[in-house]
């Protein structure tokens, strides 16, 4: 069965800290890992996607790696702020159709 | 660009009424069209997968019958909760992945929070 693991479930950091964020997943065969941020009741913000040939992905101050021989990414955040604030999801795509998606991780950054 | 609207945002409808759930793709084509549930504290969990003009394939465990999905074109799709339950009380999200071959990211829908009374 193909599982996602997401952890920490729960972060709190002050401002300005760097941070990561980590997913397991249980079989390598994947085409693809995305990572959304969702706001509370909100839907999904796609934040970087990373092809299975891919090790890294860089947006701004966010750095998403992929270890796919492990089953691991990890997402990296870099000086914090009170707005990244949100539920963060780790989603490999292990079809050509299929995401799968973990429970998140649920980041507070402290002003 | 890349941009997936819903309509509605939000709606309560009382039990054993039917309620339909549109997803738009606003400025791609898209052959194939997700829909997604998440109850509270939960993941999201995959409930049927639409191609444009064919039947919708739903995952194990929902009811295909009780969800309703036509994809009439290659910018819309949508979801129908027939004969509502309050248990159906969840928040609904779509995804569409752009036409194309090789394309395999999905963007997603903002959601729709259904609650039934």
């Known amino acids: 069965k193909q599982e996602v693991t997401q952890i920490p479930a729960a972060l709190s950091v002050p401002e300005g800290e760097n941070l990561v964020l980590n997913c397991s997943f249980t079989d390598s065969a994947i085409y693809n890992l995305q990572w959304f941020r969702q706001d509370p009741g909100k839907g999904l913000t796609s934040l970087l996607l990373?092809?299975?040939?891919?090790r890294e992905q860089t947006s701004g101050r966010l750095n998403a790696s992929l270890d796919k021989s492990s089953g691991r990414s990890t997402l990296y955040i870099a000086a914090s702020q009170p707005g990244d604030s949100a539920t963060y999801l780790c989603?490999?795509?292990?079809?050509?159709?299929?995401?799968?998606f973990g429970i998140g991780t649920k980041l507070q950054v402290i002003p | 660009g890349a941009v997936v609207s819903q309509h509605p945002s939000w709606v309560i409808c009382k039990s054993g009424t039917s309620v339909k759930i549109e997803c738009r793709s606003l400025?791609?084509?898209?052959?194939?069209m997700f829909w997604y549930r998440q109850f509270p504290k939960q993941s999201l969990m995959l409930m049927a997968t639409?191609?444009?003009?064919?039947?919708?394939?739903?995952e194990q465990g929902v009811e295909k019958d009780k969800f309703l999905i036509n994809h009439a074109s290659l910018t819309l799709s949508t979801l129908t909760v027939t004969s509502a339950h309050p248990e159906d009380s969840s928040f609904y999200i779509c995804s569409a992945r752009p036409r194309g071959i090789g394309s395999y990211e999905q963007y997603f829908g903002p959601g729709t929070r259904l609650t039934v009374t």
């Open positions: 990373i092809q299975s040939s891919q």
């Open positions: 400025d791609f084509q898209a052959t194939t």
């Open positions: 989603a490999p795509a292990w079809g050509y159709q299929k995401v799968t």
């Open positions: 639409s191609n444009e003009g064919s039947k919708a394939t739903y």
